[in-house]
């Protein structure tokens, strides 16, 4: 039987849902459900136990945004929720819901088998389905009162959609187009809301993907830039990818984009995600730059969209992202360079492809100097000559995973190659 | 079989509608195992509790047991509504008894329309001298795999 005592009663209002009640397992009683309190708070409880006098006690705890998301995406199970929870509520009830009494209870002191078990998972009938529909709710300033200058509103949406275009880069390699689309946005608040459509090119359509491997890549991918990223060690993203069990946990689901198709992964996947990365945190690092500056808000909560509408947060970008970030990616510095040397004619290089951009030419590549296996990682700049990229050697690279000997001016930064531009 | 034990306490017809049933075979989630105990067989009345409003429907639900008929359509979906229950709420009834009735017992009646619809949901009206012993127990089941039966 699980032992109160009076000196753990409390008279706090927190873990009584005023609002928003949803069971979302019923069987004899409510066993979990979710609401929120009067002060706002979202709260999750469940069914516990019958006390001596056939009373009803519930577990209840009060959970962040991101941890209500994240339970509604199954990241995170509802033991997982109680154990990380700073305060544990047992509410006492009659049998008519009536409120007897109220306990703070640490965790600690829950008996062993009354502590929910590891699959405690929401049911699956409530499981947010992986979607690319993502909204952005500004906070702060003018946006609290559900208004915005134009001019912030016009900038911070294009700002936005330039860093959802930059991530989705990172799928040039299945031969994806991807599209961003403004949505409408949602009548009392101040979300920017945006929805990632794509389609495989006919060009380009060696292997049939699996949308929802890509979707589920990218959902994991821009949580990884925007919430994790600034929590990596420093320098990370300079050769020190694979400490990182998030970075690691990307790259697989990058992969299984690959397995889907019955396709082996590329060598260079690491090098792919990683100047990926660098890319995307630097429009990101933009949009929180962009948050000093505006009169219109001075934060960001990032999130998803449900079926039902409800908005379920990912977690909250602010001004401090770019400061964060700037140590661990490769943002380029070449003030600092001493000396700069470039090609006076072009020459023939060995290179292997692992990004590049149909439209603009721009990209990534191992340049191999001699026949050893030593190479530089280096931007790749060809230019079109309004030629179409597709069937040329660089895509052949790309999507075969093949060195191919291309001739082009190559730039040497202190020694190191750097950038190599061609001509198609 | 009598019934005064509900008859006395309701002002209304609980039993119209029910019949006795030694032929199917149904479901009930207890606290111990391996045998049944009366206390897992009580009605909410029997425990002092009082029906959420005066209407007949609640009124009698407070004298009922409920239980569920367990058959080849019902089976996978109610254990599997029962050990997602076990997930959240391990110590509470997490044994599933599998039983029949046997004569004397008592009558069932076909009760779905719970706070949430249940089409496998029975009232147990228990006849007077009910005892654990009107139960035949087929099998008991538990709804935490690690935990002894």
Redesign the interface.
């Known amino acids: 039987m699980?032992k109160l005592n009076s000196t753990q009663i409390t008279n706090s209002e927190l873990p009584i849902i005023v609002d928003n009640y949803k069971?979302l397992?019923?069987?004899?009683y409510p066993?979990?459900f979710t609401g929120t309190n009067k002060y706002g708070n979202k709260l999750i409880g469940?069914?516990?136990?019958?006390d001596d006098n056939?009373n009803l006690l519930y577990f209840v705890i009060i959970i962040s945004d991101k941890d209500f998301g994240d339970f509604y995406k199954k990241k995170i199970s509802?033991r997982d929720l109680l154990r990380k929870s700073n305060e544990l509520f047992v509410l006492e009830k009659?049998?008519?819901d009536r409120l007897l009494n109220s306990y703070s209870v640490p965790f600690s002191e829950i008996?062993v088998?009354?502590?929910?078990?590891e699959?405690?998972?929401i049911?699956q009938k409530f499981v947010v389905r992986e979607s690319l529909n993502y909204s952005f709710s500004l906070k702060g300033k003018l946006a609290d009162l559900h208004k915005g200058l134009v001019n912030d509103i016009n900038a911070i949406n294009t700002k936005i959609y330039d860093y959802l275009s930059e991530s989705l880069q990172a799928l040039s390699v299945f031969g994806i187009t991807p599209k961003v689309f403004s949505q409408p946005s949602i009548v009392g608040s101040y979300r920017l809301n945006f929805d990632i459509d794509f389609n495989q090119s006919s060009q380009l359509n060696f292997f049939e993907i699996d949308n929802i491997r890509v979707t589920e890549f990218v959902n994991q991918y821009l949580e990884y830039v925007s919430q994790t990223l600034p929590n990596e060690k420093g320098d990370f993203l300079l050769g020190h990818v694979e400490e990182s069990t998030n970075f690691i946990a990307v790259k697989e689901k990058f992969n299984e984009i690959f397995y889907s198709s019955n396709q082996e992964p590329p060598k260079t996947v690491s090098e792919m995600l990683v100047d990926s990365v660098s890319s995307v945190a630097e429009k990101l690092s933009n949009v929180s730059e962009f948050m000093k500056s505006n009169d219109s808000f001075n934060s960001i909560e990032v999130g998803v969209i449900n079926g039902n509408g409800q908005f379920l947060s990912s977690g909250i970008i602010d001004s401090e992202y770019k400061s964060l970030v700037e140590l661990k990616v490769q943002f380029p510095n070449l003030l600092e360079a001493v000396n700069v040397v470039s090609d006076e004619i072009p020459k023939s290089y060995r290179i292997l492809v692992y990004k590049i951009n149909s439209e603009s030419g721009k990209g990534g590549a191992r340049l191999y100097p001699d026949s050893s296996e030593k190479y530089y990682k280096i931007t790749l700049l060809v230019n079109k000559n309004k030629k179409d990229l597709s069937n040329s050697l660089f895509t052949e690279s790309l999507y075969e995973d093949k060195v191919v000997e291309v001739s082009g001016i190559a730039t040497m930064i202190d020694g190191s190659y750097k950038k190599l531009e061609c001509y198609l | 079989m009598t019934f005064t034990n509900i008859s006395n306490n309701a002002e209304c017809l609980c039993l119209r509608d029910s019949y006795a049933d030694v032929v199917n075979i149904f479901a009930r989630?207890v606290r111990k195992a391996p045998d049944m105990k009366e206390g897992d067989f009580r009605s909410?009345f029997e425990?002092?509790?009082?029906p959420?409003t005066d209407s007949c429907d609640d009124v009698c639900g407070i004298h009922g047991v409920?239980i569920e008929i367990w058959n080849e359509e019902s089976a996978v979906t109610l254990l599997e509504?029962?050990q997602?229950?076990?997930?959240?709420?391990?110590?509470?009834k997490n044994n599933l008894s599998i039983f029949k009735l046997k004569d004397g017992a008592g009558v069932v009646k076909y009760t779905p329309n719970q706070?949430?619809y249940n089409k496998f949901h029975y009232d147990l009206y228990k006849e007077d001298f009910f005892t654990i012993d009107h139960l035949d127990l087929i099998e008991m089941i538990p709804l935490?795999p690690t935990k002894d039966a």
């Open positions: 699980l069971v397992h019923f069987d004899e066993i979990l469940s069914f516990c136990d019958e056939y509802y009659t049998f008519d008996p088998d009354y502590i929910p078990l699959k405690s998972y049911p | 989630k909410n425990k002092d509790r009082l959420a409920s509504k029962y997602t229950t076990a997930n959240y709420s391990p110590k509470y706070k949430e935490i």
